[in-house]
């Protein structure tokens, strides 16, 4: 735990834990009748002092059993002085601009990396989230697949300040070949690429996903969590291009969910020592043992052997 958390998880503890013995005393001196289960104040208490234990840790966290956004095209015809715009990142689900019409696809040569620091967006400069941008592939027939939106001739310039804007940290307009998916059709298309030589290029390794994948849960920023960018992503990859696996996307996700889980799964203790603590009947028993949690608790190693035991009982 870095010295900034260990100063937060140690706010106030006095007077947290008067509130405690206060809980502690309703219990012991209510009735049979009282209104409030046991389980509430277990909860309550787990969010007084432990919930920060947890990155970003949520109950209603926003990407459980969410459905992509949309936007719809609006009504305008098209003309051969249109422009077409490529999403492969956040834009495959969300396009923040007008367009009229919008088409599944895939461009060759490339690969579709999380090796882009955001800084902006999921992230801050503080502690800088990842996204994706595209990679030069060794094979000429690799694929990346995303949406291709058309814009209108009239709102092209509109479009693509507002794009080049939004991509400001690091990324440059590029102009590609974009291939319609089970189709023959082919046109021009722009896209937005973060090289390597951009401040905010993070690099990877694709051998070893572990880091990026701890950067992605541990990161949020003005536009939210950095999980929810790549459940999304991944998301979307699945629902419009069904049966393509894209190893590293999902590989990725995969390692996020199992640091969530196992997040749930200690925090679903925590939760449960909480509860037996509430049961004792001896006001000065119990908050010495909610005392001794709170040390436990703020000790990596506890944690980490918590972690372990959850795993030997499963």
Request: aromatic share 12%; charged share 30%.
């Amino acid at each position: 735990m870095s010295q900034k958390e260990n100063k937060q998880f140690n706010l106030n503890k006095c007077d947290n834990l008067n509130k405690l013995r206060d809980i502690l005393l309703q219990i012991n001196c209510a009735t049979k009748s009282i209104q409030v289960p046991l389980e509430s104040h277990a909860q309550e208490l787990f969010a007084e002092y432990f919930q920060s234990l947890f990155t970003f840790y949520d109950e209603k966290f926003i990407n459980k059993n969410k459905g992509l956004p949309t936007t719809e095209a609006s009504a305008i015809p098209p003309t051969d002085e249109d422009l077409w715009i490529f999403g492969y990142g956040s834009l495959v689900w969300k396009a923040d601009f007008p367009y009229i019409d919008k088409k599944q696809g895939y461009i060759e040569g490339y690969q579709r990396r999380f090796f882009q620091h955001s800084i902006d967006h999921r992230g801050t400069p503080e502690k800088p989230g990842r996204v994706v941008t595209l990679i030069p592939s060794n094979d000429s027939q690799s694929r990346v697949y995303g949406v291709a939106y058309r814009i209108a001739r009239d709102q092209k310039k509109d479009v693509l300040a507002h794009l080049d804007y939004r991509e400001k940290n690091g990324y440059e307009r590029n102009t590609l070949r974009f291939i319609e998916f089970n189709s023959s059709v082919t046109f021009d298309i722009i896209m937005y690429i973060a090289t390597n030589e951009n401040d905010s290029f993070a690099g990877g390794n694709d051998d070893d996903l572990q880091p990026i994948a701890d950067q992605i849960y541990t990161t949020a920023g003005p536009s939210g969590p950095n999980r929810e960018y790549l459940y999304f992503l991944a998301n979307a990859m699945r629902e419009l291009f069904q049966g393509v696996v894209d190893e590293h996307l999902f590989k990725l996700e995969e390692l996020v969910k199992r640091r969530e889980r196992k997040d749930e799964m200690l925090a679903d203790v925590i939760k449960s020592k909480i509860l037996k603590i509430l049961e004792i009947q001896d006001i000065d028993d119990a908050v010495e043992e909610f005392k001794e949690l709170l040390a436990n608790c703020n000790q990596k190693t506890y944690l980490d052997e918590l972690v372990t035991d959850i795993q030997c009982d499963r």
